[in-house]
């Protein structure tokens, strides 16, 4: 086997291996995404009493963090055509659940912007992610920090 042939087997083995890796750890990191997503699904069920079926999830996705947002109707009916209890979900799962920090309300046919919130509690606390204040900081950052970046955020 030439020199060359070997050096570009080699590289082509190193390439794969690296491939492999990189699989194998994306897969691993979904899994966990999976069952966090599950556990904050049962978490609001556990904390609203309701076992509704369409409740939704959004997380982090900038911040790199495991704080995800789980939303849900506090009557029946089709989604998001009632008031919301929006509950912040942080830290680790435990016996398929996990910790809800504080929340919000939305009001019905709302998204889940700033603006929209009210009736904050908990961590959610108004000057960092409910009303027009909230609101203005997300859409001027130099205006002040926003609810991931401020001094408050790792509490």
Known sequence: MSRGRLIETTLLILAGVLLAIATVNDVVEQTHVNHRLIADLHTWRVYTGH???????????????????????????????????????????????????????????S?????????????????????????????NPEAGTSPETSPEAGQ
């Not at 982090?60 to 009557?75: A, I, K, P, Q, W």
């Not at 055509?81 to 942080?90: D, V």
């Not at 889940?112 to 609101?135: I, L, Q, V």
């Open 111 to 139: 998204e889940d912007e700033p603006a929209a919130r009210y009736g904050c509690f908990g961590s959610a606390t108004p000057a960092r992610y409910c009303g027009k204040d909230a609101a203005s900081a997300t859409e």
């Open 51 to 109: 076992d509704y079926k369409n409740v939704s999830t959004e997380q982090d996705l900038y911040g790199h963090t495991t704080r995800d947002v789980v939303c849900g109707n506090t009557t029946p009916g089709p989604p998001k055509e009632r008031i919301q209890l929006c509950l912040q979900m942080t830290g680790p799962v435990i016996d398929g659940r996990r910790a809800a920090r504080g929340g919000w309300y939305l009001p019905p046919k």
